[in-house]
């Protein structure tokens, strides 16, 4: 997706810890599949491998999408908002069918919604994610 040179890096407003939010939305429905961080390696492996690469706060390390759960996320388009510090992507999120980006099974990890001051899951669970992670 993009040459070798990576100075386009530092235009990015990375964190205190070197982070920047990232939001991944479906390219063919408009859904957003879900929020993640990258780091600046993250950010350049995405770019250089058309797939999504994470940065996990939780495991310290690097984290591409679909490693353990076969559920990749190929990127068309990586987009920065106007305060250079939130990054878009848009994706096409593979793997077993049917589409599923969040950890509990679900097509988006956005599944709850607000109903009379409760917090009610919105979208099924289309697979178990037992069976997805090992």
């Not at 040179?5 to 990375?14: C, E, R, T």
Request: proline fraction near 3%.
């Amino acid at each position: 997706m993009t040459s070798n040179d990576n100075s386009w890096l530092d235009a990015v407003a990375w964190d205190d810890k070197g982070l920047v939010p990232v939001i991944a939305q479906e390219k063919g429905t408009g859904d957003v599949l879900m929020f993640a961080w990258m780091n600046r390696e993250a950010l350049a492996q995405t770019a250089a491998i058309g797939q999504a690469v994470y940065f996990s706060r939780s495991r310290n390390k690097l984290w591409h999408k679909g490693e353990e759960s076969g559920h990749f996320q190929d990127v068309h388009e990586i987009r920065l908002d106007c305060d250079n510090d939130v990054v878009l992507l848009t994706i096409t999120q593979h793997g077993h069918t049917p589409s599923i980006a969040c950890h509990t099974g679900r097509h988006s990890c956005f599944y709850q919604r607000l109903e009379a001051g409760q917090w009610q899951a919105a979208t099924p669970v289309l697979k178990d994610p037992g069976s997805i992670y090992k």
